[in-house]
């Protein structure tokens, strides 16, 4: 079992930066690969970036590639999304996600946090 709590979300101007960050509880931690999703209002949620448990191997959206970082430590049982060149369309919640397959599919995480609300203002 594993329990994700994200925090770091607000309101930044475009062009700005947030780093997100979700704290994960349970000892099997870093056998996990861990990935960020985003659902905006009206829209599904959508894959953002995603993190083997090696913590080398990491994988983006076409959308936020050369802006955002994917990252973990799994020392201290967190992950984190670094988030630069804010646009208004990154707006949304933000979850993070646990799974035992390195994928962009949604169906392969098992566990989610609760989300973190990003608002990107023009």
């Known amino acids: 079992q594993v329990q994700l709590v994200e925090s770091g979300g607000g309101l930044v101007q475009a062009g700005g930066s947030l780093k997100l960050s979700c704290a994960a509880s349970g000892r099997t931690f870093s056998s996990y690969s861990m990935g960020w999703f985003r659902q905006a209002p009206g829209k599904e949620r959508e894959f953002v970036a995603t993190?083997?448990?090696?913590?080398?191997?990491?994988y983006y959206a076409d959308s936020v590639k050369g802006r955002f970082t994917i990252s973990r430590d799994n020392a201290n049982n967190a992950i984190y999304l670094e988030m630069n060149s804010l646009k208004p369309e990154d707006t949304a919640v933000y979850y993070c996600a646990a799974g035992s397959r390195f994928s962009v599919a949604l169906i392969s995480y098992d566990y989610w946090g609760q989300g973190t609300q990003v608002t990107v203002s023009s």
């Open positions: 993190i083997h448990w090696n913590g080398v191997t990491t």
